[in-house]
């Protein structure tokens, strides 16, 4: 028996691959491939989960980083003002060492009427007690500043000197 296998036309079945293609809509150009490769699934919820969390954390982290900057602040502020303080009070104590008796009387006089001057104001809601800022905030170039004690003016220096030490911070970083 002899074989019509080999014998059949093989081209019957030879059909060009691309026509076949276009027709069952499976074109592989650049277009259709871009296409292919932008199918629309669904996100991973895991992931968009961690990149929510991360932004949550981000907030938490930066809110507990102003306020250990505002205790920071707080603290230098008021280490500051205990220095200030003592140093004011060691300079007074040496000026008066250097007084005579009469200048003490005086002294001790003006600093009497200063605290019952004080007195009154807080009770009245008077007073200059903040340097002359107010409730306005900093001071500004050319404000008045107003300074009855060492205290005040070792404060004023205080801050001259720190803004100072900012304006030449940036300087030399530009």
Request: proline share 0%; net charge negative; no cysteine.
């Amino acid at each position: 028996m002899a074989d019509n296998w080999d014998d059949s036309d093989d081209d019957d079945w030879d059909v060009d691959d691309d026509a076949l293609d276009a027709k069952l809509g499976l074109n592989k150009t650049a277009e259709s491939a871009a296409a292919a490769n932008n199918f629309d699934d669904e996100e991973d919820l895991a992931l968009k989960e961690k990149a929510e969390q991360e932004k949550l954390n981000n907030v938490v982290l930066k809110k507990k980083g102003s306020e250990l900057a505002a205790k920071k602040q707080a603290e230098k502020d008021r280490a500051d003002d205990l220095d200030i303080a003592r140093k004011a009070l060691e300079l007074e104590a040496e000026l008066e060492a250097n007084m005579t008796i009469d200048e003490r009387k005086i002294m001790e006089r003006k600093r009497q009427e200063e605290a019952e001057l004080e007195m009154m104001g807080d009770a009245f809601g008077g007073g200059i007690a903040d340097g002359g800022v107010g409730s306005k905030g900093a001071q500004q170039a050319g404000d008045k500043v107003v300074m009855k004690d060492m205290k005040d003016h070792m404060k004023h220096a205080r801050k001259v000197a720190d803004a100072m030490k900012v304006r030449t911070r940036t300087v030399s970083v530009q």
